[in-house]
């Protein structure tokens, strides 16, 4: 298909469409906990965490895109922001925040639109806050494959 193998026809790029509209979503992690990323602590607000695999390479074998990503948990109040990156090159493929305060607790899926990310790609993610204070957020990730 077009995005994927390389195709440029318009039937492959309709069949694209096709099957980011009717395949079903799936989970990853599934049937399991969701993967914790931490911010750093101690190196000025707004740094970058260390990278955390969410996914493993080899671990979804078609080409995906992801649409949503589940925040499972939040370690303090504060703005998150969090960024994911595909391959082994690490290219960022999407970004999105999230609050948790006393009127909210953070916890929700929360849309995002990544480009499709080619077969057997790791996904990996890293987060940073305003505090500086090493906050944590669990994730899990809502994606379809092509």
Known sequence: MSHISGKETTYDKITVIEEHVHKPSQVYPTLAAGIQVEATTGVGAWTLGALVEIVPVDTITLGFDIHHVCIEALSANSVYELVLYSGAGDTEIGR??????????????IPIQTPIVAANSRIRAAIATPADDGETMDISLFYHTY
Not at 96 to 109: E, I
């Open 96 to 109: 999105v925040r999230v609050v948790k305060n006393a009127n909210l607790d953070g916890t929700m899926n």
